[in-house]
């Protein structure tokens, strides 16, 4: 019984970078209506930038703000010189882009910062959470973090005009020009906030899995199927979706016979994709009602 | 007099298909004007014109300002309200949300609020169905709650294509009705695009017909009405 509320927590824990990430893929699904596969090397370099200024002797909460800002700066302006200009182009060119995007980050990342794995340091220490041995108080803070940026999201989209008109350009473009909104800017919006969650998440699961340019891979998978599971359209869902996957794999991990730590992925995987067999829209994604 | 709106020499392209051939028209301000012609003359587009929704040739000017070169946005930042063809609801949204959605361009939030409470007497429908999702609505409310979000921008100009489209004729009337008394009472220039040429004659006071992409008659609303030769040969009834 003990072992299994361990995995389960352990599970939520690991679930909150599952969560973080895919909120950063949520908001780009939202603003592109396709997900973007250099998302996890974006918050990978962000998180550079941040140990960086730590490096230079930056306070930590000083080079969290910091690296909030510029990588949102950052997101904003790949989209401008990018894929603004693909704007009109067919997905495939959009999917160059993105491997392009994606191969040039790795590199410069290995380029200015080698391949060797860093330290990066928790502003939660590592101690047992309120003294016990299930969790750590990094974790907590984790799921903490997590929860509060899906409340800011919650409260931006829903009680303010850039939030509406946001949704709005998601929802139907030409009719959000058509009362007077800059769609093309809420798509960039939609980036730098993309690469500035996506940049919290980084800085999250770095102390944990150490700092490296490749240090996302899997991450952005687990964020993707999070959102996946989730319904793509809805932060709430990713959050939700992100604990399940955390969970998921934990479990099968220790429970299920044979699958150890080299199956966990496949298992998780295969978990989602039963899952939108029975409802393609996700747990929580837009249920459209139409009246003819 | 100048006009209002005042559109010259207008062509327009999809791809490489033509479909406007050099249209002219003008609206006076205060007025009410129907755009008449059938399937296919060209009605959609010459709104979707005014709005640069359509690559255009030729002069658009409104209140003396050039138009091309602007974004639809920028167009609608002017003070031009378009109710597109199918109402262009933003259906997974609350009604309160649409109207928001109506004055986003706007700063003065209080005057937003008891705009959207003017909207709401209205059309007392929407305001019973307030909180719920846009895309529940019926037909004729969902046209209402297109003119209601049109009217938050507070427009000085109003374009509707086809407001009375799939709606059954007592509703069209109601319609029809507010769009006078708003044309009236809040002083906004109106053009409505229809097909439905016997209602839309009776609501306007100025006409025009379209066809093929050329402005073929135009003309006081009544004296349109009333001569049987235009009604047979461009109206069809
Ligand atoms: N998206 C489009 N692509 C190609 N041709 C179009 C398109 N939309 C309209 N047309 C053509 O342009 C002409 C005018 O269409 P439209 O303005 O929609 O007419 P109306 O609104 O009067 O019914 C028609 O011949 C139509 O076939
Ligand atoms: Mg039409």
Same mark, same amino acid.
């Given at each position: 019984?003990?072992?299994?509320?361990?995995? $389960?927590?352990?599970?939520? #824990?690991?679930?909150?970078?599952?969560?973080?990430?895919?909120l950063a893929v949520v908001m780009i699904y939202q603003a592109i209506d396709h997900l973007n596969f250099a998302q996890g090397e974006m918050a990978m370099f962000? *998180?550079?930038?941040?140990?960086?200024?730590?490096?230079?002797?930056? @306070?930590?909460?000083?080079?969290?703000?910091? *690296?909030?800002?510029?990588?949102?700066?950052?997101?904003?302006?790949?989209?401008?010189?990018?894929?603004? =200009?693909?704007?009109?182009? @067919?997905?495939?060119?959009?999917? +160059?882009?993105?491997? #392009?995007?994606?191969?040039? $980050?790795?590199?410069?990342?290995?380029?200015?910062?080698?391949?060797?794995?860093?330290?990066? =340091?928790?502003?939660?220490?590592?101690? @047992?959470?309120?003294?016990?041995?299930?969790?750590?108080?990094?974790? #907590?803070?984790?799921?903490?973090?997590?929860?509060?940026?899906?409340?800011?999201?919650?409260?931006?989209?829903?009680? *303010?005009?850039?939030?509406?008109?946001?949704?709005? #350009?998601?929802?139907? =473009?030409?009719?959000?020009?058509?009362?007077? $909104?800059?769609?093309?800017?809420?798509? +960039?919006?939609?980036?730098?906030?993309?690469?500035? $969650?996506?940049?919290?998440?980084?800085?999250l699961i770095a102390p944990v899995v150490f700092l490296e340019p490749n240090m996302m891979g899997g991450v952005l998978i687990y964020g993707f199927a999070a959102a996946v599971l989730g319904g793509l359209t809805s932060p709430f869902g990713a959050v939700v979706g992100g604990f399940l996957v955390g969970i998921f794999e934990n479990l099968a991990g220790t429970y299920i016979p044979g699958v150890g730590n080299e199956l966990k992925l496949p298992i998780a995987l295969a978990l989602i994709i039963t899952v939108l067999v029975v409802k393609p829209n996700g747990l929580f994604g837009r249920a459209i009602v139409k009246r003819v | 007099m100048t006009a209002m709106l005042n559109?010259? &020499?207008?062509?327009?392209?999809?791809?490489?298909?033509?479909?406007? %051939?050099?249209?002219?028209?003008?609206?006076?301000?205060?007025?009410? !004007?129907?755009? /008449?012609?059938?399937?296919?003359?060209?009605? !959609? !587009?010459?709104?979707?014109?005014?709005?640069?929704?359509?690559?255009?040739?030729?002069?658009?000017?409104?209140?003396?300002?050039?138009?091309?070169?602007?974004?639809?946005?920028?167009?609608?930042? /002017?003070?031009?309200? %378009?109710?597109?063809?199918?109402?262009?609801?933003?259906?997974?949204? !609350?009604? &309160?949300?649409?109207?928001?959605?109506?004055a986003i361009t706007r700063k003065d939030r209080a005057a937003v609020t008891s705009d959207i409470e003017r909207m709401y007497a209205h059309f007392p429908v929407l305001k019973q169905r307030h909180t719920q999702q846009a895309g529940t609505l019926s037909g004729g409310e969902q046209q209402m709650l297109a003119v209601a979000r049109a009217l938050m921008l507070r427009p000085r100009l109003m374009l509707l294509d086809e407001p009375s489209f799939g709606l059954a004729p007592l509703i069209v009337r109601d319609l029809f009705r507010i769009l006078g008394k708003i044309n009236r009472e809040d002083k906004v220039t109106i053009l409505v695009v229809e097909q439905n040429a016997q209602l839309a004659l009776e609501l306007a006071d100025q006409a025009y017909v379209i066809e093929t992409g050329r402005i073929v008659m135009s003309g006081n609303a009544d004296d349109i009405a009333n001569n049987e030769d235009v009604r047979k040969s461009y109206l069809g009834y």
């Open positions: 019984m003990e072992l299994l509320t361990n995995q $389960i927590l352990a599970g939520i #824990a690991t679930g909150a970078i599952y969560a973080c990430m895919a962000s *998180t550079f930038i941040a140990w960086q200024l730590m490096q230079w002797g930056v @306070p930590y909460w000083w080079a969290f703000l910091a *690296t909030l800002a510029l990588s949102f700066a950052g997101g904003v302006i790949i989209e401008r010189a990018l894929f603004k =200009p693909l704007a009109n182009a @067919p997905i495939l060119t959009h999917v +160059a882009g993105f491997i #392009a995007l994606f191969a040039i $980050i790795n590199s410069v990342a290995g380029l200015t910062w080698d391949f060797t794995i860093k330290q990066f =340091p928790t502003p939660f220490g590592s101690s @047992p959470f309120l003294g016990s041995q299930l969790i750590s108080t990094h974790q #907590a803070g984790m799921i903490g973090v997590t929860l509060v940026l899906l409340l800011l999201l919650y409260f931006f989209f829903q009680f *303010t005009r850039v939030g509406l008109a946001m949704r709005a #350009a998601a929802t139907l =473009p030409e009719s959000a020009r058509l009362v007077g $909104i800059n769609t093309s800017w809420m798509v +960039a919006l939609g980036w730098g906030m993309a690469a500035a $969650i996506g940049s919290i998440a980084g800085m | 559109i010259r &020499d207008l062509k327009a392209y999809y791809g490489q298909v033509q479909a406007l %051939h050099g249209l002219e028209f003008g609206l006076n301000e205060g007025s009410l !004007t129907t755009l /008449l012609g059938a399937n296919g003359a060209g009605k !959609t !587009t010459t709104l979707r014109a005014i709005c640069n929704m359509v690559r255009s040739t030729g002069s658009i000017e409104f209140e003396g300002k050039p138009l091309s070169g602007r974004s639809t946005e920028n167009i609608v930042r /002017l003070g031009i309200a %378009h109710v597109p063809q199918g109402r262009g609801t933003f259906t997974t949204m !609350t009604v &309160d949300e649409n109207l928001q959605l109506g």
